[in-house]
C-alpha cells in the first residue's frame, strides 16, 4: 500500500517551454500533496503544500507563477514548470499523506529528471 | 526555525560491520522523526517514524531510536544492498517535514 506515482520520470525540453509533471497516489487518498526539488548531493527541499480543491501554499523564495500548482482530486497533484530556464534543471519530488491512515507518514513518488536545454 | 543535522556526511562500511548514524534536531513541537532511504535516481523510501523520546522501531538489520535531541539509526551486520544515502526528517505541524543533509553510507563487500 501507500504507492505514489509521477509521470514522466524524466523530461528534456528547451527553454521557454513549459513542463507539467504529475503525481498520482494509486491505492489511497490525499488530501494534502508536497512537492520538493533536489539538486545533486543535496537534500529535499519543500517547495510547495497542495491541497485538493485549494490553492497551494508555497515556501518563501519559490515562484507561484514559475511553479503552478493544481490538486484536483483526492489522487491528482500536477506541478506545471512554466517557461522553463536552464537554472530550473533538477530532480523534482512529490510526497503524499494517507489521510485514512491517521498517520503523519509521507510517501514519496519516484521522482522526475528535468533537464532544460 | 526548525534545524535537521546529520552526521557523518558520507559513512564507509566492511560488511558485516556494525554503525550507527546520527540526527539532532531542534523544533518547535515535533510531529514525528522520520528515516527516508534513498537510492541514487530514485524517490525516499520510508523506513521509520518515531514519536517519542525513548521510542524504537526495527526493520531487519535497522533499528531507530529517539531522544529529546536525536536520533540514531543503527545498522548491524550491513550487506552491500544497505549502500544509499540515509535521510532524516523532522514533522511539524501542517505535515510539513525538515530534512537533513543525508548520510551517504556505503558497505563494501
Known amino acids: 500500500g501507500a504507492v505514489v506515482s509521477q509521470h514522466p520520470s524524466w523530461v528534456i525540453c528547451k527553454s521557454g517551454t513549459s513542463v507539467k509533471i504529475e503525481c498520482r497516489s494509486l491505492?489511497?487518498?490525499?488530501?494534502?500533496m508536497f512537492w520538493y526539488r533536489q539538486f545533486p548531493k543535496q537534500s529535499l527541499m519543500l517547495m510547495a503544500t497542495?491541497?485538493?480543491?485549494?490553492?497551494?501554499?508555497?515556501e518563501q523564495g519559490v515562484e507561484k507563477d514559475k511553479f503552478l500548482i493544481n490538486h484536483a482530486s483526492l489522487t491528482l497533484s500536477t506541478l506545471t514548470v512554466t517557461s522553463a530556464h536552464p537554472e530550473d534543471s533538477s530532480f523534482y519530488i512529490c510526497?503524499?499523506?494517507?489521510?485514512?491512515?491517521?498517520?503523519?507518514?509521507?510517501?514519496f513518488g519516484p521522482g522526475t529528471r528535468l533537464t532544460v536545454l | 526555525e526548525d534545524q535537521v543535522t546529520q552526521s557523518p556526511e558520507a559513512l564507509r562500511l566492511q560488511e558485516g560491520e556494525s554503525s550507527s548514524l546520527n540526527c539532532s534536531y531542534t523544533?518547535?513541537?515535533?510531529?514525528?522523526l522520520f528515516w527516508y532511504r534513498q537510492d541514487p535516481g530514485k524517490g525516499p523510501e520510508f523506513l521509520f517514524t518515531?514519536?517519542?523520546a525513548g521510542e524504537e522501531k526495527e526493520k531487519e538489520r535497522l533499528k531507530a531510536t529517539l531522544t529529546k535531541k536525536e536520533s540514531f539509526l543503527h545498522i548491524t551486520a550491513p550487506k552491500p544492498e544497505d549502500s544509499a544515502t540515509y535521510l532524516c526528517a523532522v514533522g511539524t505541524s501542517y505535515g510539513k517535514l525538515t530534512f537533513g543533509q543525508g548520510t551517504i553510507l556505503t558497505v563494501h563487500p
Open positions: 491505492d489511497f487518498q490525499a488530501t494534502t
Open positions: 523544533v518547535s513541537g515535533l510531529r514525528g
Open positions: 510526497s503524499a499523506f494517507d489521510i485514512l491512515a491517521m498517520a503523519d507518514t509521507q510517501y
Open positions: 518515531l514519536y517519542s
Open positions: 497542495s491541497n485538493e480543491g485549494s490553492k497551494a501554499t508555497y
